[in-house]
């Protein structure tokens, strides 16, 4: 899902893989229509990005923010053990795809607005390795990749966000997690709305506190 506040009309666009797949997003736009817009993307494939910036083309944006994370089928594996097959596709969904949909659509994002990336820190870190999650840990490719991107992008006003949202009790994190999403969500939209305005690159959690390179 990559949501983005609307600068013109108040609206928020969210973008999912499936158009077959009903999600809590559905029903937020049911809730709220008029403000609430779906598009289907997968962001591994480069047409159906290029085909969603053309829709978008004339749209602008106060906050572009990207959401992608998969693991290999088998979490357990040690490094060498992950099928090729497997670690290429989670560096694309993990690492290529998201800094993709970033370049793609920066441009909509309005000059004082917000670019971020989900990404992770200490404490899925600390899960990861409970969980030999090894493949999983290359989530700091991405990271470096939006390091690079900042550094060509030195001269904008964008603020730049990677978001650890923490360990959520999600299917990705698993049952263990500290937090709910009701309780991390929110956090998260409120220091992404904070850092609006602050132009360069920042790497914090849920709480607004610095996270670790």
């Known amino acids: 899902m990559l949501p983005g506040a609307s600068a013109s009309a108040g609206a928020c666009t ?8 009903r999600t809590k997003l559905h029903e937020l736009a049911d809730a709220h229509p008029g403000r609430v817009e779906i598009e289907t993307l997968d962001i591994r494939e480069q047409d159906q990005l290029a085909a969603l910036a053309t829709r978008l083309a004339q749209r602008r944006f106060d906050i572009l923010f990207v959401n992608a994370d998969i693991t290999n089928p088998d979490p357990t594996q040690t490094i060498g053990e992950v099928s090729t097959e497997d670690f290429v596709e989670v560096m694309i969904v993990n690492a290529l795809s998201p800094m993709r949909v970033v370049e793609t659509l920066a441009p909509n994002v309005t000059v004082e607005g917000l670019v971020g990336v989900m990404s992770s820190g200490r404490q899925r870190r600390q899960q990861r390795k409970r969980t030999a999650r090894a493949l999983s840990r290359q989530q700091g ?28 009790r999600t299917e990705l994190g698993g049952p263990e997690g500290r937090l709910s999403i009701e ?25 607004g506190r610095t996270v670790p390179w």
């Open 141 to 168: 490719d991405a990271q470096q990749f939006m390091l690079s991107y900042a550094a060509r992008e030195a001269a904008s006003a964008r603020a730049l966000v990677l978001m650890a949202p923490g360990w959520v």
């Open 14 to 21: 969210g973008r999912i893989r499936s158009s077959a797949t």
């Open 183 to 207: 309780e991390s969500v929110p956090s998260l939209v409120g220091v992404l709305l904070s850092k609006q305005g602050t132009p360069g690159l920042q790497y914090v959690d849920y709480l």
